[in-house]
Structure formats: C-alpha cells, structure tokens
Nanobody
C-alpha cells in the first residue's frame, strides 16, 4: 500500500519562503499526476498546484509567480517551493498522488501546517 509523507511546513514571516516535500513510500505503483492542495480554517480544500509525470504543471491563479511545483520521479517525491508568502497562504497543505490499480485512485498525505505571520 502506498503512503505519502509530507514535510517542510512551519511558521514563517510574510515575504519568506518554505519548501514542502512529499515522498511516497510502501508498495509504490507508477504514479500519475501529483498535486498539492491546501485547506484554510473554515474554507474548502483547494488545488494549489499539479504536475504530471512528464513535468507539465498547473498552478492556481493565487500562487502563480510565487510557488513552483516539481517532482523527482526516481524518488517518487513532489516538492512545492513557496516564495513571497502572504498570510492568506496560511493553511494545512496536503499532497496527493494518482495511480492506476484496476481504476484511477488517489492517495493523500496527512497534511503539514503552514503559517504565515504578518
């Protein structure tokens, strides 16, 4: 069974940077798209960034120009580089990975807290 483990969250001042990592472990199948989502208190979970196996990326409008998503397929790891952070980026960040096992499935990480102080 595949598991995702996130790391790199924490407290940072506005204007600062953080780099999140998410590594797949266990019986890792061939992963398709890998994504970062976030959920702020009282708000719905939203997609922040997505990256395909080939490296094509999609970013939410709110983070374009500030966040970068990348992946290392050999390590089954996805990264989220977050620059110029603002308090509105405060949320629990979750990574997710899609894979095929008789059907398309998605596995989620446990989440990592990112807090941006003003």
């Amino acid at each position: 069974q595949v598991q995702l483990v996130e790391s790199g969250g924490g407290l940072v001042q506005a204007g600062g940077s953080l780099r999140l990592s998410c590594a797949a472990s266990g019986s890792v199948p061939s992963l398709n798209a890998m994504n970062w989502h976030r959920q702020a208190p009282g708000k719905q979970r939203e997609l922040v960034a997505s990256i395909t196996v080939a490296g094509s990326t999609v970013l939410a409008d709110s983070v374009k120009g500030r966040f970068t998503i990348s992946r290392d397929n050999a390590k089954n790891t996805v990264y989220l580089q977050m620059n110029s952070l603002v308090p509105e980026d405060t949320a629990v960040y979750y990574c997710a990975a899609d894979y095929w096992l008789m059907s398309l499935r998605r596995v989620w990480g446990q989440g990592t807290q990112v807090t941006v102080s003003s």
